[in-house]
């Protein structure tokens, strides 16, 4: 394996944390730009890794940066905006590219990973989705100069995670009936590890150039699925409304205006097309991937322990 000169693009984030210190362990030099690098202390022990403040929206600064670096792992991605009318989704997934392709050009890098989502395409129903698929076609018409590869995970899932760990807690908030929208969304969660494998595995592997793959789990799940699982991995008992669409579109924009959006409009238009690969990307890459029975249970097993507490207290209070 050639060890090589890696700057990445969100690498402060949850799937980028762990896939710099995969890196680096491996002993590739990896360089993590961050607009606040002293936020992100954590990452500065690991050995070969450089935490650069840089504006990841300036070509010139990001050309400079990426002077010298053999391969540029994108995975700067947002689920929610603050506004409504797309323009954060634009920002962040398309205009950012833009910049990167750009700045990969100058800089003379032509190695450049992406990883986009499940679904994206041009006339996606969501911002979110519309925006990825805009950002892969770029990608793909950058020219004979750049060798790229496209990962399109479906939801990620993992210690850490913004998936299952925000259902557990909202079951912990709201007892007894659990609303849910978009009950019958199909979905094929990945392990973030499984992920991270992927992308290292693109690293030196040729074939892999000028290719997109589709990264799922070992199974299908509707989203009511996926929440029932986490409420027996948390230990606790819950009864879970579907709602129906009229209901569940109402939930959305209420929430819009919630800080911290736990759920939104563009959420819900996300969820009307099923995040279920067509190919299966880890395969092709001789990844076996890991389930959330498996995974998950050993980091939502700390909720299952504090409902368990929480029932031992009443009870002998009770008693």
């Known amino acids: 394996m050639r060890l090589l000169k890696i700057c990445i693009l969100g690498g402060t984030g949850f799937v980028g944390t762990r896939l710099a210190a995969r890196l680096t362990k491996e002993g590739h030099r990896v360089t993590v730009l961050s607009r606040d690098r002293e936020r992100h202390k954590h990452l500065r022990v690991l050995p070969g890794l450089t935490l650069e403040n840089c504006d990841v929206y300036d070509e010139a600064e990001l050309s400079e940066r990426f002077r010298g670096q053999d391969v540029i792992v994108n995975l700067i991605g947002i689920l929610n905006e603050h506004g409504f009318g797309g323009g954060g989704f634009r920002r962040a997934h398309v205009e950012l590219v833009r910049g990167a392709l ?155 205006f919630v800080p911290g959006r736990p759920f939104s409009s563009d959420n819900y238009r996300s969820l009307q097309v099923d995040s279920v690969c067509t190919v299966d990307g880890l395969a092709a890459l001789g990844i076996r991937p890991q389930s959330i029975e498996g995974a998950a249970r050993q980091y939502l097993g700390a909720f299952e322990d504090n409902a368990r507490l929480s029932r031992c207290r009443a009870h002998a209070r009770r008693g």
């Open 102 to 256: 750009r700045a990969a050009r100058s800089a003379g890098v032509r190695r450049f990973l992406q990883v986009s989502a499940l679904g994206a395409a041009a006339d996606a129903p969501s911002h979110y989705l519309r925006s990825k698929g805009q950002a892969e076609r770029l990608i793909r018409e950058a020219g004979d100069g750049l060798d790229w590869t496209i990962y399109r995970p479906s939801v990620i899932f993992g210690p850490g995670d913004a998936f299952l760990n925000r259902f557990a807690a909202l079951q912990g908030a709201i007892p007894l009936v659990f609303p849910l929208a978009m009950p019958n969304a199909k979905l094929q969660p990945v392990f973030v590890d499984d992920v991270v494998e992927a992308l290292v595995r693109g690293l030196n592997d040729a074939s892999s150039r000028l290719h997109v793959y589709e990264l799922g789990g070992p199974r299908i799940y509707t989203l009511r699925e996926i929440v029932a699982l986490v409420a027996k991995l948390s230990g606790r008992r819950r009864w879970i409304i579907g709602l129906p669409k009229v209901a569940a579109r109402l939930l959305a924009l209420a929430l819009d």
